[in-house]
């Protein structure tokens, strides 16, 4: 995207903001305040996409193919998958931290309050707009929590992991693991419907300009670009 002006284009890793912790196990009370307002934006993304009925996201797919196949609850099958990737983070370096417990916590907490509280709409335009609401939470969210460098979850542990492993961009990183995730997910029995699609296409880039937002409104100078060696452990 050369050809848009440098603050339209879409971050191509994680800014280094004024509340950027140097530990994952210790901070500050305003750079955890970020760390729970981001997760909380975030849940309230997932709960968008659940209130909209249009299909929920690539993961759960993956979790309602694995139920159907083995006939355990979506819970139990959801934390399998957790665990399976955070075993993918050995070979990627990533460490877990705050971040990466409080992500379980507060998505779950957010997206049970939330989709309490949110009108479930009938009119497809207005859900269709929702599952855009719900994609942009998401990225505004992953955008907040991931620059206190308290340690990410699951899922975007296993996109920065590759992202500083490789050095591709975390738009595209992020956009195939979630079609990884789909297509598993479908072929093993999973439901798809429209907002499923939409946030396997459009959440990579949602939280690459979540990322640049973030970046410009804290007023950052650094960025950890990709031809450096990132140092994002304590």
């Known amino acids: 995207m050369a050809f848009l002006p440098g603050f339209l284009t879409p971050s191509r890793s994680v800014p280094l903001t004024r509340w950027r912790s140097e530990s994952r196990w210790s901070s500050q009370p305003s750079t ?38 083995t006939g355990l609850n979506i819970g139990l099958t959801t934390f399998m998958i957790s665990v ?18 409080a992500n379980a916590i507060v998505i779950a907490t957010a997206l049970e309050v939330m989709s309490t509280i949110i009108p479930h709409p009938t009119h497809r335009g207005l859900q269709i707009l929702l599952v855009i609401a719900g994609i ?18 699951p899922r975007d542990g296993m996109m920065t992991g590759i992202h500083f492993k490789t050095g591709w961009p975390v738009a595209r990183v992020r956009l195939g693991i979630e079609l990884g995730a789909l297509t598993i997910g479908w072929f093993l029995g999973g439901t798809v419907g429209i907002g499923t699609v939409l946030f396997a296409v459009l959440v990579g880039p949602f939280v690459a300009y979540g990322l640049k937002a973030v970046g410009i409104l804290a007023g950052a100078k650094q960025v950890i670009e990709t031809d450096q060696e990132p140092e994002l452990d304590a």
Do not use: H, K
């Not at 942009?136 to 979850?153: D, F």
């Open 136 to 153: 942009a939470c998401v990225g505004i969210g992953s955008g907040l929590y991931l620059t206190t460098n308290l340690g990410p979850g």
């Open 84 to 101: 399976v990737v955070l075993l993918a983070w050995i070979p990627l370096r990533e460490r877990l931290g705050l971040g990466t417990i």
């Open 32 to 69: 955890l305040a970020i760390l729970v307002g981001g997760l909380w934006i975030f849940g309230t993304g997932e709960a968008l996409l659940v209130v909209a009925d249009l299909g929920v996201g690539p993961w759960t797919v993956f979790a309602q193919g694995l139920t159907a196949r």
